[in-house]
Structure formats: C-alpha cells, structure tokens
C-alpha cells in the first residue's frame, strides 16, 4: 500500500510541474515574409527611380526637381507673379493627360476631360494631388511620378499596368 501510494504522489507532483514550451521552428515567419516583401519593394523601387533618372538626364530640354513627396516635376509654362496656389478645401480645375515614360499616351486631356479636384479630400493620383498644391493658375507643369505615388501595384485595371511610372502634363485653370 505504501508503495502505491508513494507512486500515486509520484504521478500527482509530477503533472504538476510545469512544462517547458517548445522554442518554434521558424520564429515569426509572418515578420519574415513581410520583411522579405519590404526588401524587394525597395528593390523595385530604386530600379524605377534609376529608369526615371536616366529619362530625366536624356531630356536636356527640360530642368526637374525632385519633390520631396517622391515624385518630378518641370515648368512648362511658369508664371512669376505673386498668386495662390490650391489649399486643402479648394476645389483646383485643372486639365492633365497621363503618359507613359517613353511620352506615348495613355490618356489624353480630351479622353480625361476637364477635372475639378478636391484638394486633400478627394482620392487622386498622389504624386499629383501633392503637385497641384506647388501651381498657381494658369502654369503648366509636367509630374514624373513613380508607381508607388500613381497606381502602384495594382495599376489602374484598364490601360496603366502593375508597377508603371507615370508622366502627367497638368494645367491650373482656376481655383474655387
């Protein structure tokens, strides 16, 4: 009797204690695939700018800045005086076109028609909607814009494909 119940306590005190949890195989393999996912982004991302760098060395013609928001962009037509540019509320009337990088067009401004943007509160091409806010009326100015600040991955689903970089001419008409 003593031995069972000596084995019974045994049993007992050793169910109690606590056990070690088993270290994963792969530890987060979520974190691992999303940092992987981030890397080539990155990696897409420095070949599109190296191909809108060479299209911009190649056009002598022209001068571009480079926005801080992550696109180009050159004056066709500049107006120097001292008037406003769109703010956020405004509702900016401009005229674009959208090509691609070798300037074949995808869109026209006859095709696009003339559009009156909410600045700031209506969903747009980003590279633009951030480049509307440098216009004043009447200037044209020419937006080179990567994909990740056009249509980005997924394109537009008709005529701009995944990951294309973008040219858009766009004029301020007015702002109301």
């Known amino acids: 009797m ?20 088993r ?8 974190t691992t695939i999303f940092q992987k996912t981030i890397e080539e982004s990155r990696q897409l991302n420095k070949v599109e700018e190296e191909k809108i760098e060479q299209l911009i060395q190649k056009d002598s013609t022209h001068t571009y800045t480079n926005s801080l928001n992550g696109f180009w962009y050159t004056y066709v037509k500049k107006i120097e005086e001292d008037k406003p540019t769109p703010k956020a509320g405004d509702i900016a009337v401009i005229e674009y076109d959208i090509r691609s990088l070798n300037d074949s067009i995808i869109y026209s401004k006859e095709e696009l028609g003339v559009k009156n943007y909410h600045v700031d509160k209506e969903d747009f091409i980003s590279g633009i909607q951030k480049g509307i806010k440098l216009m004043k009326i009447g200037e044209t100015i020419t937006f080179v814009v990567p994909s990740y600040n056009a249509f980005g ?3 537009d689903g008709n005529k701009i494909g995944i990951n294309k970089s973008i040219k858009s001419t766009v004029t301020l008409l007015n702002i109301n």
């Open 23 to 30: 270290k994963p195989i792969d530890p987060k393999p979520s």
């Open 153 to 155: 991955i997924s394109g």
């Open 2 to 21: 003593k031995i069972k119940m000596l084995l019974l306590c045994g049993v007992i005190l050793g169910a109690c204690s606590k056990s070690k949890p």
